[in-house]
């Protein structure tokens, strides 16, 4: 990686300790991940009224604004409890390829007919599918990697700066209501680099650029049940490319193209951006 392989664990680690690469994670853990992925990442088609909780993660630009109150999932997943990356000569040494699948659940002891075989499969498939237009993929096997692909969308001479999710208060509730709070922060970036966990044995990370605009945003929500969350969201404001089926339209009630689509963040996944002096500004 080069030299910024002796950075990667304190450019990760740097806002609020965002990120634990030490430990390690276990069946459990991907099977929660997949269960989360499942719903949150492929493109299914759904009735409004019989939407399922763990979807409800989209809204639209013009519901960003202090008071606001609407449903929120947020899976409890955790940077220290998810599935750690591999050192990168032990990520590199494993074929990352579908077509290595048979030989990839030998080596972790995975029957072809179980869940963690299909999450892999899933993970293994996505991570070889073409990208939309205007759009740069990459899943990083290894922390090097993903930096690698970071630098390269943001620029090789940038430092960088990670934004996620933060739970303030200890709870074991996955959705419930939540208002916005004062203090809506737009992240200032020219760039950025989105970086979603996946279901896989050890830390996969399916990381992407879109050329189209997109908006961050760091937003301070209160639960019904006293939860505290600093949440990170990303708002695209073109979404004429996104296929028909993508799961956010199907909760929204919209058309590719005829409107913004916003998310939040579960903990575990990051948001990349160019190091600059003044990281944003409150809003609205």
């Given at each position: 990686?080069?030299?910024?392989?002796?950075?990667?664990?304190?450019?990760?680690?740097?806002?609020?300790?965002?990120?634990?690469?030490?430990?390690?994670?276990?069946?459990?853990?991907?099977?929660?991940?997949?269960?989360?992925?499942?719903?949150?990442?492929?493109?299914?088609?759904?009735?409004?009224?019989?939407?399922?909780?763990?979807?409800?993660?989209?809204?639209?630009?013009?519901?960003?604004?202090?008071?606001?109150?609407?449903?929120?999932?947020?899976?409890?997943?955790?940077?220290?409890?998810?599935?750690?990356?591999?050192?990168?000569?032990?990520?590199?040494?494993?074929?990352?390829?579908?077509?290595?699948?048979?030989?990839?659940?030998?080596?972790?002891?995975?029957?072809?007919?179980?869940?963690?075989?299909?999450?892999?499969?899933?993970?293994?498939?996505?991570?070889?599918?073409?990208?939309?237009?205007?759009?740069?993929?990459?899943?990083?096997?290894?922390?090097?990697?993903?930096?690698?692909?970071?630098?390269?969308?943001?620029?090789?001479?940038?430092?960088?700066?990670?934004?996620?999710?933060?739970?303030?208060?200890?709870?074991?509730?996955?959705?419930?209501?939540?208002?916005?709070?004062?203090?809506?922060?737009?992240?200032?970036?020219?760039k950025m680099v989105a970086c979603h966990t996946m279901p896989y044995p050890y830390a996969v990370f399916y990381?992407?650029?879109?050329?189209?605009?997109?908006?961050?945003?760091?937003?301070?929500?209160?639960?019904?049940?006293?939860?505290?969350?600093?949440?990170?969201?990303?708002?695209?404001?073109?979404?004429?490319?996104?296929?028909?089926?993508?799961?956010?339209?199907?909760?929204l009630g919209v058309m590719p193209g005829a409107s913004s689509v916003c998310h939040f963040f579960p903990a575990?996944?990051?948001?990349?951006?160019?190091?600059?002096?003044?990281?944003?500004?409150?809003?609205?």
């Amino acid at each position: 990686m080069g030299s910024y392989g002796s950075r990667a664990r304190e450019l990760v680690g740097t806002e609020n300790k965002l990120l634990d690469v030490s430990l390690q994670g276990g069946d459990a853990n991907l099977q929660a991940i997949s269960d989360d992925h499942q719903t949150t990442h492929k493109e299914h088609t759904h009735h409004k009224d019989h939407i399922d909780p763990s979807l409800m993660v989209f809204f639209t630009l013009k519901d960003l604004k202090v008071g606001k109150r609407m449903p929120i999932y947020f899976p409890k997943r955790y940077p220290a409890s998810s599935p750690k990356f591999w050192p990168i000569e032990e990520a590199d040494s494993v074929p990352f390829s579908l077509n290595q699948l048979p030989n990839l659940l030998k080596l972790f002891s995975f029957s072809p007919d179980s869940p963690q075989a299909k999450a892999m499969e899933d993970t293994l498939r996505e991570c070889e599918s073409k990208p939309i237009k205007g759009e740069v993929k990459f899943c990083a096997t290894s922390l090097e990697s993903m930096l690698d692909f970071t630098q390269s969308i943001l620029g090789l001479t940038s430092d960088l700066q990670v934004f996620t999710t933060s739970h303030l208060t200890k709870s074991s509730v996955t959705f419930q209501n939540y208002t916005i709070l004062e203090n809506i922060m737009e992240i200032s970036a020219p760039k950025m680099v989105a970086c979603h966990t996946m279901p896989y044995p050890y830390a996969v990370f399916y990381c992407h650029s879109q050329e189209s605009e997109n908006r961050i945003y760091r937003i301070s929500l209160a639960g019904d049940n006293g939860d505290r969350v600093d949440a990170m969201v990303v708002c695209h404001l073109d979404t004429s490319q996104w296929g028909h089926a993508h799961v956010s339209f199907q909760v929204l009630g919209v058309m590719p193209g005829a409107s913004s689509v916003c998310h939040f963040f579960p903990a575990d996944n990051l948001i990349w951006v160019p190091k600059l002096q003044a990281h944003g500004h409150s809003t609205m």
